[in-house]
């Protein structure tokens, strides 16, 4: 079965820095990549998404890689503000519909 | 739409009781999940349902069942409740995929969880 690796497990940058989480995945046949944040007390809100047909996807500031030979995304943060401050969580989808998350990064974004 | 609704949203439970988690969608998908949270844990796949009638196992499915006897409903069972089943459980919702990849390529939609804790 897939088993998605995410790193780091914490984030601390500047405001109006990047942040940038990898991601890596077992199941070659995976196709479906979201990200998710969330914040405290809250339910996982999905933020950016990229399907293994594509390499890459942006949306404002931000923007998800896939790198299917080596089975690695990424997300980017460009600009970052205080509210994104959050854990994100990337996730990897089987055929079959399984959709399995990675450990989650803690983002800390300081004023 | 009220989307993916779970009750309770919280609940005390002393080990031995038994107890099930709700979960409910109004958007008509056919692919439900059911997760639990710990720290440091990330969300982990306890069961999960591509249609009306079937289940299949995640990745720590011991210790739980589940049915899906309507397609709007996904039930988290506890037979015997456990100390290390003190957990968020979240409930989520897809849709089918088309194209290549059938069951793939949808976004999940999350409930806002339960909280559940084993005395």
């Known amino acids: 079965g897939e088993n998605v690796e995410q790193h780091p497990s914490t984030l601390s940058v500047q405001e109006g820095d990047s942040a940038v989480i990898k991601c890596t995945y077992s199941?070659?046949?995976?196709?479906?990549f979201p990200w998710y944040k969330q914040e405290l007390g809250k339910r996982p809100q999905l933020i950016i998404d990229?399907?293994?047909?594509?390499g890459e996807k942006k949306d404002q500031r931000i923007a998800v890689t896939l790198n299917k030979t080596a089975k690695h995304f990424s997300l980017h943060i460009t600009e970052t503000q205080p509210e994104d401050s959050a854990v994100y969580f990337c996730?990897?989808?089987?055929?079959?519909?399984?959709?399995?998350f990675g450990q989650g990064t803690e983002l800390s974004v300081k004023p | 739409n009220a989307g993916v609704t779970q009750t309770p949203k919280f609940r005390v439970l002393k080990t031995g009781q038994s107890m099930t988690l709700l979960c409910a969608q109004d958007?008509?998908?056919?692919?439900m999940y059911w997760y639990r949270q710990d720290p440091g844990m990330g969300l982990r796949l306890i069961h999960y349902?591509?249609?009306?009638?079937?289940?299949a196992k995640g990745e720590v499915p011991d210790g739980y069942n589940v049915s899906r006897l309507k397609k709007q409903n996904f039930l988290l069972g506890l037979e015997s409740a456990a100390p290390s089943q003190t957990s968020v459980y979240f409930c989520?919702?897809?849709?089918?995929?088309f194209g290549a990849g059938r069951y793939s390529n949808q976004p999940q939609h999350f409930g806002d969880g339960t909280r559940l804790s084993i005395l």
């Open positions: 958007m008509n998908h056919e692919y």
């Open positions: 996730a990897a989808r089987e055929q079959g519909g399984k959709l399995i």
């Open positions: 199941d070659s046949a995976s196709n479906y």
């Open positions: 989520a919702s897809a849709r089918t995929g």
């Open positions: 990229i399907r293994s047909n594509v």
């Open positions: 349902s591509v249609g009306e009638g079937t289940t």
